[in-house]
Antibody, heavy 119, light 112 residues
Framework: EVQLVQSGAEVKKPGESLKISCKGS????????IGWVRQMPGKGLEWMGI????????RYSPSFQGQVTISADKSISTAYLQWSSLKASDTAMYYC????????????WGQGTLVTVSS | QSVLTQPPSVSEAPRQRVTISCSGS????????VNWYQQLPGKAPKLLIY???LLPSGVSDRFSGSKSGTSASLAISGLQSEDEADYYC?????????????FGGGTKLTVL
């Protein structure tokens, strides 16, 4: 069974760093891209970026370039999304999802990680 | 402001049929496949339609997708209460800023 399991909810202060994770199982982790999607409270889905764990090829949406870092450790089938200095506006639910190709479709999604940034 | 335009909300009675539109441009819907995602309240999105009109395994055939030019539509027939959800269209965008996925703003479906 294909699964993407994300790390748990986080509560952070502005200026702190954070790294959340997405662990894939039930398929060849290095053969699929893993993308990240933001959903701010009460809002729609926003594409952030994507990584191919096979060779770490990473692409960012222009809106998120320089704001976050996407990485992966194929030895443990895990992708990451990290911030070096959080802002209150980073408060959102973050989803990871996989796709076989770019372009393609996101066929399996993680359960989401809620990040709350508040002083 | 989303690149793909969807109506914020639609509503219809049980057992009826509803359609949700998604309007884009030649850089996205006009030249690339459209996917649809269903997000039930408090849940992660789920792939509903891919490559304009294909259903993933396990998705009810009450759902169907279509595309014409720079617009796409999702139709749901035989509406049921469990169809109440947010629906998002998505497409690849070959813009000058670099190819990327774009989403619609989402449509909230209410089953009356």
């Amino acid at each position: 069974e294909v699964q993407l399991v994300q790390s748990g909810a986080e509560v952070k202060k502005p200026g702190e760093s954070l790294k959340i994770s997405c662990k894939g199982s039930g398929y060849s982790f290095t053969s699929y891209w893993i993308g990240w999607v933001r959903q701010m409270p009460g809002k729609g889905l926003e594409w952030m970026g994507i990584i191919y764990p096979g060779d770490s090829d990473t692409r960012y949406s222009p809106s998120f370039q320089g704001q976050v870092t996407i990485s992966a450790d194929k030895s443990i089938s895990t992708a990451y999304l990290q911030w070096s200095s959080l802002k209150a506006s980073d408060t959102a639910m973050y989803y990871c999802a996989r796709t076989l190709t770019r372009p393609g479709w996101l066929d399996y999604w993680g359960q989401g990680t809620l990040v709350t940034v508040s002083s | 402001q989303s690149v793909l335009t969807q109506p914020p909300s639609v509503s219809e009675a049980p057992r009826q049929r509803v359609t949700i539109s998604c309007s884009g441009s030649s850089s996205n819907i006009g030249n690339n496949a459209v996917n649809w995602y269903q997000q039930l309240p408090g849940k992660a999105p789920k792939l509903l339609i891919y490559y304009d009109d294909l259903l993933p395994s396990g998705v009810s055939d009450r759902f169907s997708g279509s595309k014409s030019g720079t617009s796409a539509s999702l139709a749901i027939s035989g509406l049921q209460s469990e169809d109440e959800a947010d629906y998002y269209c998505a497409a690849w965008d070959d813009s000058l800023n670099g190819p990327d996925w774009v989403f619609g703003g989402g449509t909230k479906l209410t089953v009356l």
